[in-house]
């Protein structure tokens, strides 16, 4: 798509966004299906968002993911390629050439990435650090990257910031997942029937429509920089989300109200299974102490890996250890200490539950009234009571 499309005439009617955004959702939905039409309408404001990226101080990622082959992510991304601003797209590209991609002058490319999960996933992902640190950073305005450049003997400031999407099978890494809007795609049911997309025959007509959305925008910029729309959203997913409904509150019509609720169906859906190892840890620890004071280290461990569906069985050789457990845990400024025990533990290493109490308020999920994790799938009684705790002697003797 051409970078610097006509400029539009003030003589000339207003371009009606709602129509475009309605048009853009319609060519979507020709070629792909989306498993819910919150997503198809989070596509198509991601994509408008493009074509105003100098007007963000945010650049959003969208993750399209998919659990197996043939589920349309690639069609999909096929699409973004074709209506999007200024398309950069690549397989697999250095992290030195995408950076001078993005750095160039003029609006930044919107950063397309297919088949990501071969780049950050398995053995490759520890030699991708610097691309992730790229698309990380690249999600704020004015995190430059700073190289030193041998032959002019100087510092050289390298712009990072566009919007990225990426594409591939499984999670992306959190980071990156964090900072994005997440299509879920899945494979079409038997009846369900996409029309074939042609570049030659279909990119023209989508292409033309990106070029309608830039001429739409372009004479906003400075309204949408300056825009703060109402956000169901807060902390870093109304960062992300944020130009996706300043588009859809310009364009108007419906779109306002489609936006947000996109914004919280999908940012819900991702909540949901993206609780991090050491969250897990944390909410798992929650129901093991119940109301017991303390618990020794090796009796903590135990009852944490008698849940066969828990990630502690397998957190190592032979599950989790009491350093890999201590490193998790030191994170939040929870410490095991020395705790006298009654007879026959005695003294031995342990964990007080109150070291726990602003840990599980700040982070684990939250519990319902009875006393357990909120949510109809919260898994009660997943790990098992705790008879085999010795009781622990007045608070005194722990020291």
Not at 136 to 143: I, L
Not at 178 to 201: F, L, N, T
Not at 302 to 325: H, I, V
Not at 334 to 342: A, E, G, L, Q, T
Request: charged share 25%; glycine share 6%.
């Amino acid at each position: 798509m051409n970078p610097n499309p006509p400029h539009l005439e003030p003589d000339l009617e207003p371009i009606d966004g709602a129509a475009l955004l309605n048009a853009l959702h319609e060519a979507i939905t020709r070629y792909v299906i989306l498993p819910v039409p919150e997503a198809v309408d989070a596509v198509a404001l991601w994509i408008a968002a493009t074509h105003a990226q100098p007007a963000w101080a945010h650049a959003p990622r969208m993750v399209i993911r998919a659990p197996e082959r043939r589920c349309g992510k690639s069609r999909l991304l096929d699409i973004v390629e074709a209506v999007c601003f200024n398309p950069l797209i690549t397989v697999n590209a250095s992290t030195a050439a995408v950076y001078r991609s993005i750095g160039v002058e003029g609006a930044p490319p919107t950063l397309l990435i297919d088949e990501a999960d071969t780049i950050f996933g398995g053995k490759v992902a520890e030699s991708n650090e610097d691309l992730r640190g790229l698309l990380n950073a690249g999600h704020q305005r004015n995190r430059p990257t700073i190289r030193w450049d041998p032959n002019t003997r100087s510092l050289e400031r390298i712009q990072t910031f566009a919007m990225a999407a990426l594409a591939g099978i499984g999670a992306m890494p959190d980071t990156i997942e964090d900072r994005a809007v997440i299509v879920r795609m899945r494979r079409r049911a038997p009846g369900e029937k996409v029309a074939p997309y042609r570049v030659r025959r279909d990119g023209p007509p989508l292409r033309d429509l990106g070029e309608q959305i830039t001429a739409w925008l372009r004479p906003f910029f400075a309204e949408l920089e300056k825009a703060e729309p109402l956000m169901p959203l807060e902390d870093r997913a109304a960062d992300t989300w944020e130009p996706l409904i300043a588009v859809a509150d310009l364009a108007g019509g419906s779109w306002p109200a489609r936006a947000r609720l996109a914004a919280r169906v999908l940012t819900e859906a991702h909540d949901d299974d993206a609780v991090s190892e050491r969250v897990r840890l944390l909410n798992d620890c929650r129901a093991v102490f119940a109301d017991h004071p303390a618990i020794p280290t090796t009796v903590l461990l135990d009852l944490l890996k008698a849940d066969p569906e828990s990630p502690w069985t397998e957190n190592g050789p032979n599950g989790l250890s009491a350093a890999r457990l201590a490193g998790m845990l030191r994170e939040f400024g929870i410490k095991s200490v020395n705790i006298r025990f009654p007879a026959p533990t005695g003294q031995v290493k342990g964990y007080r539950r109150g070291d726990f109490i602003d840990a599980w308020d700040r982070y684990a999920s939250p519990e319902s009234a009875d006393g357990g994790d909120s949510g109809e799938d919260a898994p009660v009684g997943a790990v098992p009571a705790v008879p085999p705790v010795p009781a622990q002697v007045s608070p005194g003797t722990a020291f």
